[in-house]
């Protein structure tokens, strides 16, 4: 995090951005039947590891907003890494 709160303060961009995290979902079921005198309870653990990109900004940033130098200067990085 200092790393991009460096590259906003110095109006710097950065190649490569990425931050990862992790969601847990837990469903638990229960049944029970008066008929059968049984029941069954049932525990599903979800994990999902999600990965997002940032933009050369930072995180969240939306590309409509930026000016007309930041422009210039995520077009001179594509043509740089043609």
Same mark, same amino acid.
């Given at each position: 995090? /200092?790393?991009?709160? =460096?590259?906003?303060?110095?109006g710097?961009?950065?190649? !490569?951005?990425?931050?990862? /995290?992790?969601?847990?979902? /837990?469903? !638990?079921?229960?049944?029970? &039947?008066?008929?059968?005198?049984?029941? =069954? &309870?049932?525990h599903?653990?979800?994990?999902?590891?999600?990965?997002? =990109?940032?933009?050369? !900004?930072?995180?969240?940033?939306?590309?409509?907003?930026?000016?007309?130098?930041?422009?210039a200067?995520?077009?001179?990085?594509?043509? &740089?890494?043609?």
């Open positions: 995090m /200092h790393n991009v709160s =460096a590259l906003g303060r110095d710097l961009v950065m190649q !490569y951005g990425y931050v990862m /995290h992790e969601n847990t979902r /837990h469903l !638990y079921a229960n049944a029970s &039947s008066t008929q059968y005198s049984s029941s =069954a &309870s049932v599903v653990k979800d994990l999902f590891q999600v990965r997002t =990109a940032a933009t050369p !900004y930072g995180f969240g940033v939306d590309l409509k907003s930026l000016s007309a130098k930041q422009i200067i995520l077009a001179a990085l594509g043509l &740089s890494r043609t």
